[in-house]
């Protein structure tokens, strides 16, 4: 099936290497030559703008944009719908806000174009294990698009089926247990992951903090025999098997302190890339308590300052009211 892809960063370009290896062909853009020169010797058609990748497109055409959420998705996605007609269909696989989807999508349906958006998850690891996709829009252009989803996917693997879903149900989708799902409406697929991401942050700030105790658990303020000096590298892997913590993102985990026990090749600054912040402001919206993942949203807000003026204003008081001295700083 031909595919256009705008935007060939690491995810995009292992996605275009992805659905090249499963037989599909695929038309490449990007403002940098050089990422469309390297797809090229990998097999792929290179177009010099976005009216040439339209132009080389066979009708109906699909373009899948691949670039960061805002405007660059806003800009890029306004310039494809210039080149293309009814019938077309322009894909959103980045980490737009679901009201911007649901803008979109009516604005294109005016044209006739159709608008799909896809909550993509895998990152850089995707070529490999396969894409998670979260799919919004028209149920008939998912299906038209079903061979390109389902190339992407991870597919079942080796992940064993939930107990009951052996039974065909009209309430269940099939394409789950493949890795991809036709969630609702526009806007439904980045919402669901929005939420994803939400979770994610949450899942991330439980392990940091866990793991922190445990690197403290020799504190010179512990009793002597309260201490302990753990091996982190080696918890990670024993709890990569068979406890109920395990997951990729520990995997990951295991992998960086095998790699740096001590991790001193980062710096705690950490940053958040705005779906985390959306999940906040629709649990808002829906009166939805969320106190897990807005903690962790908030914790990367502080991950990024020495210290706060709030910080200040409470070390203060204390002083004031009971003479409580601050520690020199590093002691």
Same mark, same amino acid.
């Given at each position: ?16 290497? $992805? ?43 699909a373009v899948w944009v691949m670039v960061p ?18 019938? +077309? ?10 009201? +911007? ?18 909550? %993509?998850?895998?990152?850089? /690891? ?16 998912? %299906? ?30 099939? %394409? ?48 002597? +025999? ?12 024993? /709890? ?58 908030? %914790? $990367?807000? $502080? ?29």
């Amino acid at each position: 099936m031909q595919i256009g892809m705008i935007g060939l960063g690491r995810m995009g370009s292992n996605m275009v290497r $992805r659905l090249m290896r499963g037989g599909h062909d695929c038309f490449v853009f990007d403002l940098n030559p050089e990422n469309i020169k390297q797809l090229e010797s990998a097999g792929a058609t290179g177009a010099r703008s976005i009216e040439d990748l339209v132009n080389k497109l066979t009708k109906p055409r699909a373009v899948w944009v691949m670039v960061p959420a805002g405007n660059p998705t806003e800009q890029t996605v306004d310039a494809l719908s210039k080149f293309m007609s009814g019938g +077309d269909i322009i894909i959103d696989g980045g980490n737009s806000h679901f009201k +911007d989807d649901v803008r979109r999508a009516k604005l294109f349906a005016e044209k006739g174009i159709h608008y799909l958006d896809v909550g %993509t998850s895998g990152g850089i /690891w995707g070529f490999e294990r396969g894409y998670c996709l979260m799919i919004g829009g028209e149920k008939e252009t998912f %299906t038209y698009l079903e061979p390109i989803f389902k190339t992407l996917a991870p597919g079942p693997g080796e992940i064993p089926r939930t107990a009951g879903r052996e039974q065909k149900r009209d309430d269940l989708s099939p %394409t789950a247990e493949e890795g991809y799902i036709h969630c609702g409406p526009a806007g439904s697929g980045h919402f669901v992951k929005m939420v994803h991401n939400g979770i994610e942050y949450g899942l991330m700030q439980a392990y940091a903090e866990g793991f922190d105790i445990m690197r403290n658990a020799e504190s010179t303020e512990l009793a002597p +025999d309260h201490r302990y000096h753990l091996n982190l590298a080696d918890i990670a892997e024993v /709890w990569r098997r068979g406890s109920v913590v395990g997951s990729w993102l520990l995997d990951l985990t295991a992998m960086a302190l095998l790699e740096n026990p001590a991790l001193s090749n980062y710096s705690g600054f950490v940053q958040d890339s705005g779906e985390g912040r959306w999940t906040i402001q629709a649990a808002i919206e829906e009166a939805v308590p969320v106190d897990v993942l807005a903690v962790s949203l908030f %914790t $990367r807000f $502080r991950s990024r300052q020495e210290s706060t003026f709030a910080e200040k204003v409470l070390s203060a008081m204390r002083q004031k009211f009971g003479g409580h001295l601050e520690r020199p700083s590093g002691g």
